[in-house]
């Protein structure tokens, strides 16, 4: 069976707008539609996956849809990497937190950087190879609960003389 070219850009874009396993039923069925050898041809004209095509014919033949795997994709978060790291940071961090001042918010404000926090963790043991970068350990310490906050220092009053309005009409 030959394919012309307004029926391969039909069966190109309704594959696209298909996702998940109505995709590969499409495809299996369009490839079963086509005869022998559909597989081969439809990796040349249209640009389909082989394995998806089987996975398709597979699923159509058990009767069985496969679920995909979408959350195992992807990297791991620094604790599966490093299983301790949080309860140093902890250990670290809460002898220099600070409650917020105002008690608006239950949110805890440190008084040391993300890059001493760093340095600490080296001096206790780990390496400076399998610590992740500072950017994720604050991106880390905020998913915590602890908020990153540059530590205002006092700025102490001024001791100027207010001036009356009787002192300057005397000039």
Partial sequence: ?????????LLKSTCDLLTGSKKRLFMAKTVNALGNGGQSKAEKLLGW????????????????TC????????????????????DKIHEIVDEKTQADPALKTDKLYLKITVKEIRKRLIASGYTDAELPAK??????????????????????????LRQMPSLINLK
């Fill in 135 to 160: 950017s994720t350990l604050g991106r880390k310490l905020n998913q915590l609960g602890y908020n990153l906050k540059r530590v205002q220092k006092v700025n102490p009053e001024k001791k100027y």
């Fill in 67 to 86: 679920i995909d795997n979408f959350k195992g994709r992807g990297r791991k978060p620094i604790e599966e990497h490093l299983p301790g790291l949080i």
């Fill in 1 to 9: 069976m030959e394919l012309c070219k307004d029926t391969i850009d």
């Fill in 49 to 64: 996956c082989r394995s998806t095509i089987r996975k398709g014919q597979h699923e159509i033949r058990s009767n069985i």
